[in-house]
């Protein structure tokens, strides 16, 4: 295969068979460690810092500073893995950082045991530093992961079920964790400060046990793909970072990823906030609401993997999400607390609309690859660096103004929360909208094989050539 030429049709069918179930499926469990920690990460942390004393101004600096390691980190990442390869060498190194910093925040403040004291500084220093240790092994395991797509196959329907299967995976790390949050909430009550650290410290080590027990499976089912391997990535010299800023297409990906994470990660981190504060909900609804969000994008994302796939309706699934997210935004923002329950089905929408943006962005980010494979890890890597540092200081700008709020108080329409949950995200999907209609997507693969494997559905065991 190395000897094998670009034009031999033999060579071609076996680097464009598409992958089984298994394989697509052991891959896609293999970001769960990192999926269900930063569901915590992004629903409960702002909220656990306040409630154990952190004001909403060092909170959001707790979660900035993570967010611009995460960035930096995955720049780095990508940079290092297009060298050097390796992707499953830097999915278990990054796994290990986040499994011990995880629990070092969300258990208590370590630096304040270590030192000896609880001064408020000290915490603000100490959670800060886990956090950005957390998101450094976060953005490694990542972009190993996200990276490897377009080096298991060049079949172009599979690389869409390795994403889809990838967001389903997702939705169902979400699930558990709200299923574990719902569990411990109900048996651990957090009338006291001591009480809600255990409670934050359960959830903590559950997360990280499930999480290892699905790394097991990844690393058993996945094979290490290499970018020196002729039989998935041809050998070629390293692409560099100037070939992609040369490109429409890579400013506009970019944007939509970039925009994609906005809606989702700014609306997930101040749902607790809104229900609890805003809707005046119980307190389980902090627990339920997001995971009937997910719920409802674990659904959707099923579906997505069973449909055919072409640029158009890549295209026209991405503009009917956005639409979805710009109506349920602005109820999410109007919605009143005596008509609490509509929420329900609004989160329903909302984790529809969720699934949609996300699978179709993920899925622009391989159109934008191709077969560039040498590339690859730098073009996931600057995208998310991107994600990282837009959510990060969103959040931060967004707690910036938030006031601390009393037992009892009525809040208005004018709340922090109830802009980061819905008015700021559908901005945020009328822009996804706009930039979506300049997309000029073209199924260009030069070999008639490609162009057939796009129409297939995404999950088949065989495949007609």
Known sequence: MADAKQGDPMAEAQIAQPLGRWPILSYGVGHMLNDITSACWFTYLLLFLQQIGLAPRDAAIVMLSGQVADGLMTVLAGEMIDRFGHFKLWHI??????GVSFSSVFGGCLLCTILGTDSYLVRTVGYSFFAAVFNIGWAATQVSHM???????????????????????????????????????????????????????????????????????????????????????????????????????????????????????????????YVTRDLRMNEYSKAIIPATIFCC?????IVLQEIKWNSRRLKCLLTIGATLWVISGVAVFFLPSQMSNLMYPLAMVIGAANALIMVTTVGLQSALVGEDLNGCAFVYGSLSFLDKMSCGIALFVLESYEDTMSCGETRGLNSVSRYGTGLIPSCFAVLSLVVTSTLRLQDDAPRARAAAALEAPLLVKKQKM
């Open 93 to 98: 190194g990054g796994s290990v950082l986040v």
């Open 147 to 273: 990276s490897m797509v377009n080096c298991l196959t060049l079949n172009p329907t599979s690389r869409v079920a390795l994403a889809s299967c990838r967001n389903a995976s997702n939705m169902v790390a979400n699930l558990g964790l709200y299923a574990i949050a719902l569990g411990v909430f109900g048996a651990v009550k957090g009338k006291a400060c001591s009480d809600i650290v255990l409670q934050y410290r359960w959830i903590a080590y559950l997360s990280i046990f499930i999480g290892c027990c699905f790394l097991v499976i990844f690393h058993a089912g996945t094979k290490e793909p290499t970018l020196k391997s002729e039989s998935n990535c041809k050998k070629r010299a390293r692409i560099s970072w100037s070939y992609w800023f040369k490109k429409t297409m890579y400013y506009q990906v970019a944007l939509l990823f970039m925009l994609a994470r906005l809606i989702t990660n700014v609306s997930q981190s101040l749902i607790a906030f």
């Open 297 to 301: 994008s674990f659904i959707v994302s």
